[in-house]
């Protein structure tokens, strides 16, 4: 008999999930005609409530996997091996949310588009895997309910200020600095609140690690779950209110009146539930390898998508100029297209890079023979006299 495997399939279906929520949304919000983004439409506005669900879930789930495998080693503090590689994907996510906004235009130009200081997606999420690390050293060697309390109420007191810290300008940071904290200057992800998501992940991965050996741990999950996704989407703006009348404190009603983060953690919670509940049916190997592949499936969708570096994207040539079928029929395209270049560049990586390398050698091999004589002689006058000066000193 085969061995059971450990791996939790529903959270590579609820990432593979996001994923693709995402593409579609990016293609569809990018290129879908003016004429037709109509909030008054049913289509329309319920295809743009789901897609609100996209960055809550991922963030959170980024949160709970992150926490799940770093609390799952039996090393703890700087000696878990999880903290070190989990610092090295973060500063390698927030390399790429920034090297996927560079304009090699303005390189060339002797400049830096402005864009390229904009702070993204990856970039808030290696910014705030690297904040949850830091919580971990600080507090996990002393207490793991510190750490999930602590995690909890980070995550409650973020949601909470929003009105007060989403104002803010803060002029006296240099920009790069408070664009992570702001969106007056162009980002479209900033730390706070999204850092909120990732802690609530965080506290369920600690939760989840903490009674998933009880018998009937799933069923509870599920129960759970769907209460408090129902209760937060429902009633948090009404509880909210309550809060602010017993208390007085205006904070209270400011967040009830704009009450998108408690709603949306609800629906996360309810989409946490609903994959929970069909978690057997999502073991096949292409969800994991989707869900697995998250970093390098937005990057090429960036490519495609926006042009990066050279600005040819489909979004230069077809920017809010599409109909509904055509952009429904183009999202499904787009979506499979990328998750399939994706995964047919990972299943035959070795051999891709050995071509890849074959053809460099070509290339060099054909310059080199159409190189004039006399080009040819100063460069092996040149590796020679590096030879020489290298054998020397040794």
Request: with cysteine.
């Amino acid at each position: 008999m085969n061995k059971p495997s450990n791996r939790l399939h529903f959270l590579d279906a609820i990432r593979a999930f996001a994923i693709m929520m995402m593409l579609q949304g990016h293609f569809v919000h990018a290129l879908l005609g003016d004429a037709y983004r109509d909030k008054s439409n049913f289509i329309f506005s319920t295809w743009e409530y789901f897609r609100g669900m996209t960055a809550p879930t991922f963030f959170t789930i980024t949160g709970f996997i992150f926490t799940f495998l770093l609390l799952k080693q039996k090393a703890t503090g700087l000696d878990n091996p999880r903290v070190l590689k989990g610092i090295k994907r973060a500063v390698k996510v927030i390399f790429w949310g920034y090297l996927l906004r560079l304009s090699f235009y303005a390189v060339f130009t002797g400049t830096l588009n402005p864009s390229f200081f904009y702070v993204d997606v990856l970039q808030c999420i290696g910014t705030s895997l690297l904040l949850l690390i830091g919580v971990y050293i600080v507090l996990y060697r002393y207490n793991k309910t510190l750490f999930q309390g602590v995690i909890l109420g980070c995550g409650i007191i973020i949601f909470l200020l929003q009105p007060l810290y989403g104002k803010c300008i803060l002029e006296f940071l240099p920009q790069t600095i408070a664009n992570y904290f702001t969106s007056r200057n162009g980002s479209i992800f900033t730390l706070f609140p999204w850092f909120g998501y990732v802690c609530f992940g965080s506290f369920m991965a600690a939760l989840f690690l903490k009674y998933k050996a009880h018998p009937k741990f799933y069923g509870h999950a599920i129960i759970t779950l769907l209460s408090i996704g129902l209760l937060l989407v429902f009633y948090s703006s009404k509880g909210l209110m309550f809060l602010h009348d017993i208390t007085g404190v205006t904070i209270f009603k400011a967040v009830a009146y704009n009450n998108f983060l408690f709603i949306r953690l609800g629906n996360v919670c309810l989409l946490f539930a609903v994959f929970i509940m069909v978690k057997d049916y999502l073991t096949h190997p292409v969800i994991n390898k989707i869900g697995g592949q998250t970093l390098s499936i937005y990057i090429i969708h960036f490519f495609v998508l926006y042009g990066s570096w050279f600005g040819l994207g489909l979004n230069r040539f077809f920017y809010h100029n599409l109909a509904p079928v055509e952009a429904f029929i183009g999202a499904l395209l787009f979506v499979a297209g990328i998750c399939a270049l994706v995964m047919y560049y990972y299943k035959y990586e070795n051999k891709l890079k050995l071509q890849l390398h074959h053809l460099l050698h070509l290339i060099v091999k054909r310059i080199h023979a159409n190189l004039p004589e006399a080009l040819v002689s100063i460069k092996n006058d040149i590796i020679r006299k590096y030879r020489t000066i290298r054998y020397a000193r040794r």
